[in-house]
C-alpha cells in the first residue's frame, strides 16, 4: 500500500544579451511555467465479487435426470439447469385432490339433510368413541416420532448419522496422515533413500483412503436421504390418521344428532386439506420451476457450488446449486489501516485488471467496513468499490489493481 504524488515543474529560461552602440547592457530574463499537481491515489489490491448470489434449493424430494450445467459455466435468464423427476411429488397433488373432491361430497351430503348414515346405536357410538381415543394417541405419538425425527436429521443428532460422520473424521485424519506420508516418500524417493515399490505403495494407501473417504459421505447422503425418507412415510400414515380423526369426530358429531357441529367440522377438514394441497402446489410455483425443469433467472450469471449429479435424490436441507448474477459484479479490496483516512465514501476509484493491464475500468468507494481485520500480518480494513463501464471481460475472482483519488 502507498500514496503516489507527481510533481512536473518546469523553468525555461532565455537570457538575452545584446551590445547596444550606447554600450548599455539588456538585463537577463527568466519565464516560468506554473506547478501542476496531479491528485494523490492510495493503491490496493482487489478481487471481482458477485454482489448478488442466488442459492436455488427445492423444498422437497426430487430425483436428478440430467444435470445441464457445469462449475464455472455462464447462464442466461431462462437457460435449463437441471431436468427433475418429478412424477411422485405431483402424486402427492393428485391424492390431496382426490381427497378434496371427497370431502366435498362429504359435506354436499351433509347439508342434503339426509339422516340415514347419521344415526347409529349406542354400542356402536361407544365403540366409534373408544376408536377415536385411541387415534388421537397414535397421532399424538406420531407427531412426536416426527419431530424428534427432523430435529436429529437437521442437528445430525441421529445415533446412525452420528457414527458415520465420525467414521468421515477419523478417515480424514487418515487420509491427511497418508498424504503427508506420501510427501515425505516423495522425496526419499527422489532421493533414492527408498525403492518404486514402496513409494507406489504408500500412493495406493492414499488413494485407498480417500475413495473410504468418499464411500463413508456417500453413506452419510444415503442415510440422510433414507431417514427423510422414513420421515415423509411416517408424515402420510399421520395424516391418513388425521383424516380418520376427522371422520370418526363427523361420525359421533352425525350420531349425536349435532348436524350444524358436523358440517363445520367437515368445513374445517375441507379447509385443511386445501391449505396442505395449496401449500404442496406452492413448492412447485417457484420462480425457477418451469414444467420439469430447474431454469436459471438471472439475467446474465456464473453457475457454481453444483450439488447434484444425474440419477441422485434432492433434499430441502442440500442447495440444487448458487448462481452468482454477473450485473452485481464489484471489487472487494484491502486498504493498509495507515491509509484508510484517505480513503472516503464516494470516492472515484482506477481499476486495473491483472488479466488485461491495458484495461481500465472506473469505479467509486461504496462501502468502508467498520472494523479491521489481520491478512497476512499486515492490519487492513476492507473497503467495496462499484464498477461503473464493466465488460464481459471481468469475472467474478479475477485480481485486480484499484487506485483510490485522495482529496
Avoid at 427445492?58 to 437441471?82: D, P, T
Avoid at 460422520?165 to 522425496?187: F, H, T
Avoid at 408424515?235 to 350444524?260: F, H, P, R, Y
Wanted: hydrophobic letters at 35%.
Amino acid at each position: 500500500m502507498k500514496i503516489r504524488k507527481w510533481w512536473m515543474v518546469g523553468v525555461v529560461g532565455l537570457l538575452l544579451i545584446g551590445t547596444a552602440c550606447s554600450n548599455k547592457n539588456t538585463e537577463p530574463t527568466v519565464s516560468e511555467i506554473p506547478v501542476v499537481e496531479e491528485k494523490q491515489t492510495v493503491e490496493a489490491f482487489g478481487i471481482v465479487k458477485a454482489g448478488t448470489i442466488h442459492n436455488i434449493n427445492l423444498e422437497f424430494s426430487a430425483g436428478v435426470q440430467r444435470v445441464h450445467v457445469k462449475e464455472g459455466q455462464r447462464v442466461s435468464k431462462g437457460e435449463s439447469l437441471f431436468t427433475l423427476y418429478l412424477g411422485e411429488y405431483q402424486g402427492q397433488i393428485k391424492s390431496l385432490e382426490h381427497e378434496l373432491t371427497i370431502a366435498n361430497l362429504e359435506l354436499a351430503k351433509l347439508l342434503s339433510g339426509s339422516r340415514d348414515e347419521k344415526q347409529t346405536t349406542s354400542g356402536s357410538l361407544q365403540k366409534v368413541q373408544n376408536s377415536l381415543q385411541a387415534d388421537q394417541k397414535d397421532v399424538q405419538r406420531l407427531n412426536q416420532e416426527i419431530v424428534t425425527k427432523k430435529t436429529n436429521l437437521q442437528n445430525q443428532t441421529d445415533p446412525d448419522i452420528k457414527k458415520l460422520i465420525n467414521d468421515a473424521n477419523r478417515g480424514e485424519a487418515v487420509y491427511q496422515k497418508a498424504l503427508k506420508q506420501l510427501r515425505d516418500k516423495e522425496v526419499l524417493y527422489k532421493e533414492g533413500a527408498i525403492s518404486q515399490h514402496e513409494y507406489d505403495e504408500s500412493k495406493r494407501s492414499v488413494e485407498d483412503h480417500k475413495n473410504n473417504m468418499t464411500s463413508i459421505q456417500l453413506s452419510i447422503d444415503t442415510l440422510k436421504f433414507n431417514k427423510q425418507k422414513e420421515i415423509d412415510q411416517l408424515q402420510t400414515v399421520l395424516d391418513q390418521k388425521s383424516a380418520g380423526v376427522k371422520n370418526q369426530q363427523i361420525e359421533l358429531s352425525m350420531a349425536k344428532g349435532q348436524e350444524n357441529t358436523s358440517v363445520e367440522i367437515q368445513r374445517e377438514r375441507i379447509i385443511s386439506i386445501e391449505a396442505a394441497l395449496e401449500r404442496t402446489k406452492s413448492k412447485l410455483q417457484q420462480a425457477f420451476i418451469k414444467d420439469h425443469q430447474v431454469i436459471s433467472t438471472v439475467e446474465q450469471g456464473v453457475v457454481y457450488e453444483v450439488g447434484y449429479i444425474s440419477g441422485d435424490i434432492t433434499t430441502p436441507a442440500k442447495k440444487l446449486l448458487s448462481i452468482m448474477d454477473l450485473d452485481t459484479l464489484m471489487i472487494e479490496a484491502n486498504v493498509a489501516e495507515e491509509f484508510i483516512k484517505d480513503v472516503k465514501m464516494g470516492a472515484e476509484v482506477s481499476i486495473i485488471p491483472v488479466g488485461d493491464t491495458s484495461k481500465k475500468y472506473k469505479g467509486k468507494v461504496t462501502k468502508i467496513w467498520d472494523m479491521a481485520v489481520k491478512q497476512n500480518g499486515e492490519t487492513v480494513i476492507p473497503i467495496e468499490v462499484s464498477i461503473e463501464n464493466k465488460d464481459e471481460f471481468l469475472r467474478p475472482n479475477f485480481n485486480v489493481d484499484v487506485k483510490i483519488a485522495v482529496e
